[in-house]
């Protein structure tokens, strides 16, 4: 009864906000009795961010240098690494595991607080050049706000990863630190994948071509390349971590979403004004969707950008399929889409 009482009372007083001397905060309606989530700071997100011109990069990697295998998401064994860390030390590095990578606790490697602290003491590691992920699944966001990622701003390492590391690359790429989404140490038994993150890594990558097909729009535009599993942008949406996109080429990629899931996905984003600044667009892969009576994939992101004056780089292998190209997040590129060929070249 003390229950509905208070809530009564907590209703009453958000009715009669001035009788009860309520406090408006940015991001809280903070009275006696509880405090509210205020729906106006979603908007005040999106509104306080402002264009990232940083381009902090790490150190390119050469022979002899050390990464390290991190898991923030799902739980792995040795047996699914093995090929992938061969495949790492093949390329003239030495490899280091985190303390929690072959640890499990449910569908995670290991506790929250084993994969923040595993995490962290790679981060803070300067002998540790890059950070390459055992595999994706769920569980990086909730590790967010218990890591210290303002240690890569006066010291960079390369981030890799993609999928679930999609939360990771959008905190570390709103610092203005570069990142690399490509092939993770589980799945780097194709060769492709495999050489374009050696190159990425190593520095020798360019870029993106294609032959242009009929989903490409023609245009030309220069920004940062941020973005990655449009499930993950999505699920940030008015947090702290939010994707900035100011003056942004945004890359999406899915797999296994039904068709007006990506719909709905994509119109929050529209809704949540995600793509008003957006100067172009990169789709990558989108595998084992469930189309149903909806509208295809094509259809739905055709829809999306139709009203807006930017090019759009159709169908990249990158993503959830084999391969999947190793591209640079954070990065400033050039997008170019012409009658022919669409090409997504970096700036520098």
């Known amino acids: 009864m003390r229950f509905l009482s208070t809530l009564f009372a907590v209703c009453g007083c958000l009715v009669m906000m001035s009788s009860c001397g309520d406090e408006i905060t940015n991001e809280y309606i903070t009275n006696e009795y509880?405090?509210?989530?205020?729906?106006?700071?979603?908007?005040?997100?999106?509104?306080?961010?402002?264009?990232?011109?940083?381009?902090?990069?790490?150190?390119?990697?050469?022979?002899?240098?050390?990464?390290?295998?991190?898991?923030?998401?799902?739980?792995?064994?040795?047996?699914?690494?093995?090929?992938?860390?061969?495949?790492?030390?093949?390329?003239?590095?030495?490899?280091?595991?985190?303390?929690?990578?072959?640890?499990?606790?449910?569908?995670?490697?290991?506790?929250?607080?084993?994969?923040?602290?595993?995490?962290?003491?790679?981060?803070?590691?300067?002998?540790i050049k890059a950070m390459i992920a055992a595999r994706g699944g769920y569980g990086a966001a909730m590790t967010l706000p218990f890591l210290d990622l303002e240690v890569l701003v006066d010291r960079p390492k390369w981030i890799v990863g993609y999928s679930d590391v999609t939360a990771l690359h959008a905190a570390v790429n709103n610092l203005g630190v570069e990142t690399i989404h490509g092939g993770m140490a589980q799945n780097l038994s194709n060769s492709t994948t495999a050489e374009t993150l050696r190159k990425a890594l190593f520095g020798e990558t360019e870029g993106l071509m294609i032959m242009k097909n009929k989903n490409c729009k023609e245009g030309v535009a220069e920004g940062r390349l941020v973005g990655g599993n449009l499930s993950l942008i999505y699920s940030l949406g008015g947090t702290a971590y939010d994707l900035n996109t100011k003056q942004a080429i945004l890359f999406i990629e899915d797999t296994g979403e039904n068709n007006y899931s990506l719909d709905r996905m994509l119109t929050q984003l529209k809704l949540s004004g995600k793509l008003d600044n957006i100067v172009g667009v990169v789709v990558g892969q989108f595998i084992k969707m469930t189309q149903g009576s909806d509208k295809s994939v094509e259809e739905i992101i055709a829809s999306k950008f139709a009203d807006q004056d930017i090019p759009i780089m159709y169908g990249v292998n990158v993503g959830h399929d084999q391969p999947n190209n190793a591209i640079c997040l954070g990065r400033r590129v050039r997008l170019t889409v012409d009658a022919s060929m669409a090409t997504m070249k970096y700036v520098d």
């Open 34 to 127: 509880t405090t509210i989530y205020n729906k106006e700071y979603y908007a005040t997100v999106l509104s306080n961010q402002k264009e990232i011109t940083e381009d902090i990069r790490a150190p390119f990697l050469k022979r002899g240098d050390t990464v390290a295998i991190f898991a923030l998401s799902n739980a792995v064994s040795q047996s699914d690494l093995s090929a992938g860390i061969a495949k790492i030390k093949s390329w003239g590095l030495n490899v280091v595991e985190a303390d929690n990578l072959y640890k499990v606790d449910g569908r995670y490697a290991g506790t929250l607080a084993e994969r923040v602290d595993g995490t962290q003491k790679l981060i803070n590691n300067p002998n």
